[in-house]
Every structure is written in structure tokens, then in C-alpha cells.
């Protein structure tokens, strides 16, 4: 199978690496050269597809689906109309545009009675300040007083004039991918979050540390999420677990998303982007259930002066001359760019992927493949 990629950034990135573990010949179309994905993938192409219409056709002949990595609307909608008759489109526009928008997302999660993080002025503070129309970490923003809060929101206006206020919900953050198919859906694993001081997501760990009786709760939510779409794709459902076990959903996104895939592979064998395309190009969706779960720990570190610093994945949105690694230092996998003779501006970063029987067990992996690269690099301290 040949899967034309849209987007080399984070998406890019998760949908190449995903399909080289499905013997997948990937093909990247990106405007911008020495994207993240562009040494992954087995072809490389920079062009506008919009721009050139026609040598992206000519490269639709040559492969069986188009898998769109990218959160521009203006290319989905070029991509849907294009590829429509042309070739497989693997991505529901329509339930994308609906979560595309944090304030389309919260107001149909409200019409499917799902529980959302409170909005300000009903909420009390501390609250958390976001572009309603950006994805990841973008212009996130904790506020704890209000005075802090105005100028916290004319911040955020200066990226997206469109700014949620909602509650700072404290808990355990949790994500779960659900694949439909024609009004059927099947869940995939539950798997856990944990961030920046950015608010990046910093570390993926599986299987999740929930409750069996809560971990239902939330995939129920999640099949309700895709019901509601009348999803005919995938879609990635995040939220926040309360000390009481409360559930939150504060975000959906009717796409690909980066890092928790991987988990789901290394921790379950499935593998999303091969079911994905499986629901398009052979109309069948898996009847695959989660079962036995091995323990995995994915994080990503950067080199910071003397030390090892661990950070969102948005240290790898401009990380150029990426390769992927066995073995790394102790870790079974890794994509990193820690021995480029190629870095232009010196930035070592890294992505690394730990698994064994237990969670438990794939920490305790983990503090050893730091413990390693630390001593490598001289490194004097580690940051978390």
C-alpha cells in the first residue's frame, strides 16, 4: 500500500512512523522543506497542493489513499473536493470542522450531555485561557487572579480573537482514539497524560492507572462523542479524571492525533493508521479488542545547556534531520536527531519510547535510558 501525507509536521510525523510499522510506503507533500516527517517517510515532495493542483493529481495516480496531516481548513476542503472521485480520502471533514473550534466542540459536547469544564463567569478561579481555534499547547494560559485575567485575554487575542475561559479542572488527564465506521464504532486504549509548564503534553504512559469502573465511564463517552458526530473516521477524545473520579472532556479532535497512537501500538499490538485506512480502501472495521496491555512510557527530552530537560512535543514541531532508532541508550525505540552531524542551530532533541510487562516496570526502564544519556552528554541535571 502507497499513503500520500499531507502535513510533515507532529501529525505527519505519528502518521509515517505508524506506517512504516505496517509496511506502508509513505509519500510527504508539505510546503515546507526539513519538516519533522521528511526524513521518516520513503518520498518527499515540497509544493502547495492548492498551488499546483495538478502534480499533486499526477501523485494521486501513483498511490491508494490520502491520509490529510495537517489542521488547515482551507487545504481539507481543497483535499476533500480534490480527492473526492480521485482517490481515498481518509478523514471526516465534517465531524473535523465540528472539533476543529473549542467553542463548536464544547457546544455540541453540551448537546450530547457530556460533561465539560465550567465557563467563566460561572466558573471560580483558577481558570485556564485558550485560543478556541488553535490544537496542542498554543497560547495556553493558567490565571489564578482577576487581575491577572484581562490581560491574559488580550494576550490570547493576538493569536485568535475567539478566546475560551473555562475552569482549571485539576486531575488526571486521559486520552482514548474511537474508529467508526457507517454508525458503528469500536474504542481503542485508554492511555495517560502528562504536561509542560506549557501545557504540552510532556509524557504518554499506558496502560491508564484508572479504575476499570471509570475507565468505562470514559469509553462510553467516547463511543457516545463518535455517535454524535455520525463519525465515518477516527477521533481522539481528551479528559480530566477529578480526585473524586469525576469525568471532564475538554477536547475532540475528528483527526489523527500525534503521540498517543504509538502508546496504543507498543502497548497493544494495534496499529490505528492500518485501521484507519482499512475502514476506507477495504470497508471493514476491525473487530479488534484491547487485550493483554504492555507497559509503556513515551517522552520526549531536549538537551538544554548542561542538562536533560523533559518537554512537550512541541520541541520537535521545527526539529530537523529526525531518524528513527532501535536501541537507543536502553530505550527499545527512539526518534531523534541526537547525532546529526546536521544541526544548524545545535538542538538535540529526542522521543523515547520504553515498554515491558508492566507499567511499573517500563518506568523503572525509563529512569535507566535517562540515567544513560545523561552520562553520554556529561549532562549535570535532570528537569521534569
Known amino acids: ?23 506502508i510506503t509513505t509519500i510527504l507533500i508539505d510546503r515546507e522543506p526539513n519538516t519533522p516527517a521528511s526524513t521518516i517517510v520513503d518520498e518527499n515532495y515540497v509544493f502547495d497542493v492548492i498551488k499546483q493542483e495538478n502534480l499533486f493529481k499526477k501523485i494521486c495516480k501513483t498511490v491508494d489513499a490520502v491520509l490529510p496531516t495537517t489542521e488547515n481548513m482551507k487545504t481539507l476542503v481543497f483535499l476533500e473536493k480534490t480527492c473526492k472521485g480521485l482517490i481515498h480520502f481518509l478523514q471526516d471533514t465534517n465531524a473535523f470542522w465540528v472539533t476543529s473550534n473549542k467553542t463548536r466542540s464544547k457546544n455540541f459536547l453540551t448537546s450530547q450531555h457530556v460533561a465539560v469544564p465550567k465557563p467563566w463567569p460561572d466558573a471560580t478561579f483558577p481558570l485556564i485561557v485558550k485560543p478556541a481555534r488553535l490544537s496542542g ?19 490570547v487575542r493576538q493569536i485568535d480573537h475567539e478566546v475560551i475561559v473555562e475552569e482549571f479542572v485539576e486531575g488526571l488527564a486521559v486520552s482514548l482514539e474511537v474508529l467508526a465506521k457507517n454508525g458503528n464504532s469500536i474504542p481503542f486504549q485508554v492511555t495517560d497524560l502528562e504536561f509542560d509548564e506549557s501545557y504540552g503534553c510532556k509524557r504518554v504512559t499506558a496502560p491508564t492507572v484508572l479504575s476499570n469502573h471509570v475507565k468505562n465511564k470514559f469509553i462510553e463517552t467516547g463511543l457516545k462523542i463518535a455517535k454524535g458526530l455520525n463519525l465515518h473516521g477516527l477521533t481522539d477524545v481528551q479528559s480530566i479524571v477529578s480526585p473524586s473520579n469525576s469525568l471532564k472532556t475538554n477536547e475532540i479532535n475528528a483527526r489523527l492525533p500525534s503521540q498517543t497512537p504509538t502508546v496504543v501500538f507498543h502497548s497493544t499490538g ?20 484491547v487485550g493483554f496491555e504492555k507497559g509503556v512510557v513515551y517522552q520526549h527530552v531536549c538537551i538544554v ?7 512537550g512535543e512541541h520541541i520537535l514541531t521545527d526539529a530537523k534531520n529526525l531518524t528513527h532508532k532501535l536501541g537507543f541508550f536502553g530505550a527499545d525505540e527512539a ?15 529526542a522521543t523515547l ?5 508492566t507499567l511499573e516496570e517500563a518506568k523503572k526502564k525509563m529512569v535507566a535510558v535517562i540515567s544513560e544519556i545523561m552520562s553520554e552528554f556529561k549532562l549535570t541535571n535532570y528537569i521534569d
Open 305 to 311: 545547556d548542561h542538562s536533560l530537560k523533559v518537554q
Open 1 to 23: 500500500m502507497r499513503l500520500a501525507l499531507i502535513g510533515g509536521r507532529l501529525q505527519g510525523l505519528e502518521a509515517a512512523y505508524l506506517a512504516k510499522k505496517a509496511d
Open 335 to 349: 526518534i531523534t536527531n541526537f547525532f546529526s552531524n546536521n544541526n544548524a542551530d545545535g538542538k538535540r532533541v
Open 137 to 155: 499547547s498554543i497560547s495556553i494560559f493558567k490565571v489564578s487572579t482577576p487581575s491577572q485575567l484581562p490581560h491574559i485575554i488580550n494576550e
Open 353 to 357: 519510547i520504553v515498554r515491558d510487562k
Open 270 to 289: 494495534i496499529n490505528i493508521v492500518k485501521e484507519l485506512a482499512n475502514i476506507f480502501l477495504e470497508n471493514t472495521l476491525s473487530s479488534n479488542k
